[in-house]
């Protein structure tokens, strides 16, 4: 039994900041992959970042020097660390881990989300122009 739940989300002006913060209850986040998606209205999802079981991280060209993901295996909790929003980042943002272990990111997020077992609700981020 597999649970994510997001928060951190809200309303913030561009050029600010915001940390989210994914709980995972019932999962070992050392050992699999895990990341962020995000889908804004009349969009695709797509893929934010993900971080590998290794520690290696991928991170979509439109995000590249400005989030950063981490993940604190002690308490399986993933985190986004997003600096310098734009207004395209508004979207909703959803947790996402891998159902089988050390499983690739790369793969993941080339494929659109394959190879995700668990999604969190999902938390909405609003940016202001």
């Known amino acids: 039994q597999v649970q994510l739940v997001e928060s951190g989300g809200g309303s913030v002006q561009a050029g600010g900041s915001l940390r989210l913060s994914c709980a995972a209850s019932?999962?070992?986040?050392?050992?699999?992959?895990m990341g962020w998606f995000r889908q804004a209205p009349g969009k695709e999802r797509e893929g934010v970042a993900t971080?590998?079981?290794?520690?290696?991280?991928n991170y979509a060209d439109s995000v590249k020097g400005r989030f950063t993901v981490s993940k604190d295996n002690a308490v399986n909790t993933l985190y986004l660390q997003m600096n310098s929003l734009k207004p395209e980042d508004t979207a909703m943002y959803y947790c996402?881990?891998?159902?089988?272990?050390?499983?690739?990111?790369?793969?993941?997020?080339?494929?659109?989300?394959?190879?995700?077992?668990?999604w969190g609700k999902g938390i909405l981020v609003t940016i202001s122009s």
């Open positions: 996402a881990a891998a159902g089988t272990s050390y499983s690739y990111c790369s793969r993941i997020m080339d494929h659109n989300g394959v190879g995700i077992d668990y």
């Open positions: 019932g999962y070992t986040a050392s050992t699999h992959c």
């Open positions: 971080i590998d079981s290794d520690g290696s991280t």
